[in-house]
Nanobody, 116 residues
Framework: QVQLVESGGGLVQPGGSLRLSCQAS????????MSWYRQAPGKERKFIAR????????SYADSVKGRFTISRDNAKNTVTLQMNSLKPEDTAVYYC?????????WGKGTLVTVSS
């Protein structure tokens, strides 16, 4: 029932920007925190950003702090990751995540490639 669908990935040049979106359904979206993770080729999946249910608290990994911004629109059941000043090391599959019943729910991911 719970479903997360990421979109917005693609190819972007270093220094460029990209906006990822996660469309949620099947649960009380506005009640739960949402997170973004990413997994670079050949590496472990890592935490990127988190936003609390009402958007009052934002958390970021050091690697993206100051460049990425997480936000949400509870009226539309979406969470967004605005990515600026992109670097080649940001290349990864990006996933949104929530845990409404104690079990992490992941989207299928969207690929972001930063390359010149």
């Amino acid at each position: 029932q719970v479903q997360l669908v990421e979109s917005g990935g693609g190819l972007v040049q270093p220094g460029g920007s990209l906006r990822l979106s996660c469309q949620a359904s099947g649960f009380a979206f506005s009640t739960y925190a949402m997170s973004w993770y990413r997994q670079a080729p050949g590496k472990e999946r890592k935490f990127i950003a988190r936003i609390t249910s009402a958007g009052g608290t934002l958390s970021y990994a050091d690697s993206v702090k100051g460049r990425f911004t997480i936000s949400r629109d509870n009226a539309k059941n979406t969470v967004t990751l605005q990515m600026n000043s992109l670097k080649p090391e940001d290349t990864a599959v990006y996933y949104c995540m929530t845990s409404p019943w104690g079990t992490p729910i992941w989207g299928k991911g969207t690929l972001v490639t930063v390359s010149s």
